[in-house]
T-cell receptor, first 112, second 113 residues
Framework: DTGVSQDPRHKITKRGQNVTFRCDPI?????LYWYRQTLGQGPEFLTY????????KSRLLSDRFSAERPKGSFSTLEIQRTEQGDSAMYLC??????????FGPGTRLTVT | GESVGLHLPTLSVQEGDNSIINCAYS??????FIWYKQESGKGPQFIID?????DKRQGQRVTVLLNKTVKHLSLQIAATQPGDSAVYFC????????????FGQGTRLTINP
């Protein structure tokens, strides 16, 4: 499978714990995006990388959230001190150009 | 409590009929638009895109129409099949601006046998 992959697919954590998600983009896609999706809503943009540089960050990305793409390939999204409001599907997408973005299957986070 | 967000607009069509899903976008400066299909528990799947210098683009069984005057986008699916059942989202982008897709509310398409 040469699509975008995300790990884990599901994560249940207790409030206050830290979690980290991983995204592996389509090979050779230099652009990588993180989105968050809550039930019944469309995805909302969180952040964007071109190669290893983080070029855009949404106001949704509070200081408890941090994303990295250290070698310009895979990316991680960490949430510290999770809150119940962080429960959502976290989606990663990648693209080769400024146009088509291809999404992974997502990581569903449940904070109890 | 009940979430307003759960009440997606819904379109029900008979199998074999054509479906038309509509979307109003927000930014008159947006110059790139995409339609995605999302099945339950999965990530959005790219269907078709269109740039603002076009008003129509056709793919396999799908056609996207863009009306920039009224900021309206539509997705037409020909000969709808059971596998087309999903939530459909339109998304807009300003290519030379911030690199982010802004998604619309979504429409749930249900196919009646």
């Amino acid at each position: 499978d040469t699509g975008v992959s995300q790990d884990p697919r599901h994560k249940i954590t207790k409030r206050g714990q830290n979690v980290t998600f991983r995204c592996d983009p389509i090979s050779e896609h230099n652009r990588l995006y993180w989105y968050r999706q809550t039930l019944g809503q469309g995805p909302e943009f969180l952040t964007y990388f071109q190669n290893e540089a983080q070029l855009e960050k949404s106001r949704l990305l509070s200081d408890r959230f941090s994303a990295e793409r250290p070698k310009g390939s895979f990316s991680t999204l960490e949430i510290q001190r999770t809150e119940q409001g962080d429960s959502a599907m976290y989606l990663c997408a990648s693209s080769l150009t400024l146009y088509e973005q291809y999404f992974g299957p997502g990581t569903r986070l449940t904070v109890t | 409590g009940e979430s307003v967000g759960l009440h997606l607009p819904t379109l029900s069509v008979q199998e074999g009929d054509n479906s038309i899903i509509n979307c109003a976008y927000s930014n008159s400066a947006s110059d790139y638009f995409i339609w995605y299909k999302q099945e339950s528990g999965k990530g959005p799947q790219f269907i078709i895109d269109i740039r603002s210098n076009m008003d129509k683009r056709q793919g396999q069984r799908v056609t996207v129409l863009l009306n920039k005057t009224v900021k309206h986008l539509s997705l037409q699916i020909a000969a709808t099949q059971p596998g087309d059942s999903a939530v459909y989202f339109c998304a807009e982008n300003l290519i030379q601006g911030a690199q982010k897709l802004v998604f619309g509310q979504g429409t749930r398409l249900t196919i009646n046998p």
